[in-house]
């Protein structure tokens, strides 16, 4: 099936008759199977999947395609969200194809290159901090190149399933997958089946390189487009920064959401919009007596039951019975929270605030951090929603104090939580620390 291309001409009639009806992949490597048919699997297949990572890269994913298309968070195809997490540096069960052949002969005679690297900086009190990247780039190769056409009604005849990226539009610049022309293919158990392959072509890098830059491609931004253009990666590297565990005096912070930085630069007075979460607990620094939480239980729990998140009704009778009898609680996440939506580039949240008032009322609100770069300046609860015990159930009700903020996900997603506290104290699934605070076993100590 291999054809070995020796002119730019050639490769142009080779492709002529795959206009329509096919899809393309670039690659710089051949790699076949153990019988000699071409494998190409999905990145999970490859390195496996981490849940409680995947669970965040969702949450993510679907945040920013609903802050774009103002598509419902929990109507979001699955599909989608993977587009997120294959094209900004994360895994999923699908090979990504492109339906223009100048993209795939790109990404065959362009290297991609990864490695940490370690810049210091200086936070907000001029304090050295190392931040640690996961850095990219692209090189030019000097061999030569692969381009494989994908065969659409072989696929369909397979039952596997193209999901079409562009269709996918919003108001937001030029995102990632626009710029790639991207399709998503699968979901696979673990590799694209060879025989969808039409054709596979072997070309030298350098005609490889006339027949992209003929189509008006000559810039890496032309295939991974700036973040000051692309709205998901400029949200991907807004996201708070997490301590790393080392053995030196100056803490250390990677990126809450890995992903390959092809814009790293040395910033060596770090702005306030960029946080640096130390692991701090507000349960275990509650200040002076008129700290309004100094005497509340806190209930430490993984960041995780944020972002394993659902819209469908839950029991919450340990949770009432709880709130009966304290009258109010927090829950306290070990990490921060990005709210996509939110312009204050300085506010978090950490967890939920509920409580009962005099009537019945069950507010829930979130918990909200002010933190610029390094410094926590600020503390305290937003306006929340409304709710009415009704058997194992609460039901949300109107209220004239209900939040104003107009975004329901964000309350959605705070009464999400207690789904995961009803499931912990259902199966008595916390450690006490302290008569005031909780810490659930599945949350880690840092």
């Known amino acids: 099936m291999r054809k070995v291309i020796n002119s730019l001409k050639q490769l142009e009639l080779e492709l002529e008759p795959f206009r329509e009806g096919y899809l393309f992949r670039g690659q710089v490597k051949h790699y076949p199977d153990e019988s000699g048919n071409t494998n190409i699997p999905t990145s999970f297949s490859r390195h496996g999947c981490i849940p409680p990572i995947m669970f965040k890269w969702t949450h993510y994913a679907k945040a920013m395609i609903r802050a774009f298309s103002g598509a419902n968070y929990f109507d979001i195809d699955f599909e989608i969200s993977q587009a997120i997490l294959q094209h900004y540096g994360w895994r999923s069960f699908y090979v990504d194809l492109t339906k223009s052949p100048q993209i795939a002969a790109w990404f065959a005679s362009n290297v991609f290159e990864e490695k940490k690297s370690i810049h210091m900086c200086e936070d907000l009190d001029e304090n050295p901090v190392w931040l640690v990247h996961k850095t990219a780039k692209y090189t030019e190769s000097s061999s030569t190149g692969h381009i494989y056409v994908i065969d659409l009604l072989a696929l369909s005849t397979l039952g596997i399933k193209v999901h079409d990226l562009t269709l996918l539009q919003g108001d937001e610049g030029k995102l990632r997958f626009h710029a790639q022309q991207a399709c998503l293919v699968g979901n696979l158990d673990h590799n694209l089946p060879y025989e969808t392959i039409a054709a596979h072509f072997e070309v030298p890098a350098k005609i490889l390189r006339e027949f992209y830059q003929d189509s008006g491609i000559s810039e890496l931004s032309d295939v991974f487009p700036h973040k000051n253009e692309d709205f998901i990666l400029s949200s991907l590297l807004n996201l708070p920064w997490e301590s790393v565990p080392v053995d030196s005096p100056i803490p250390a912070f990677k990126r809450g959401l890995e992903l390959p930085d092809y814009e790293a630069k040395l910033v060596k007075h770090l702005p306030p919009n960029i946080a640096l979460y ?169």
């Open 278 to 446: 130390s692991d701090f607990w507000l349960s275990d620094n509650r200040g002076e007596e008129d700290n309004p939480f100094k005497n509340i239980i806190f209930y430490k729990m993984s960041q995780f039951v944020y972002y394993a998140n659902t819209n469908e009704r839950f029991e919450l009778d340990r949770v009432t019975e709880l709130l009966q009898s304290e009258g109010e609680f927090v829950i306290e996440l070990d990490s921060l929270i990005k709210v996509i939506e939110n312009h204050d580039v300085y506010e978090y949240e950490k967890g939920i605030h509920v409580r009962m008032d005099d009537d019945g009322y069950i507010w829930v609100s979130g918990l909200v951090i002010e933190h610029p770069c390094n410094v926590v300046s600020g503390v305290g609860v937003n306006q929340g929603w409304c709710y009415k015990v009704e058997g194992v159930n609460w039901n949300s009700v109107k209220h004239p104090q209900l939040c104003p903020c107009n975004n329901d996900l964000r309350h959605q997603l705070h009464f999400s939580m207690l789904r995961h506290l009803n499931e912990s104290l259902e199966t008595d699934n916390f450690k006490i620390e302290n008569p005031l605070c909780y810490r659930d076993k599945d949350c880690s100590v840092r």
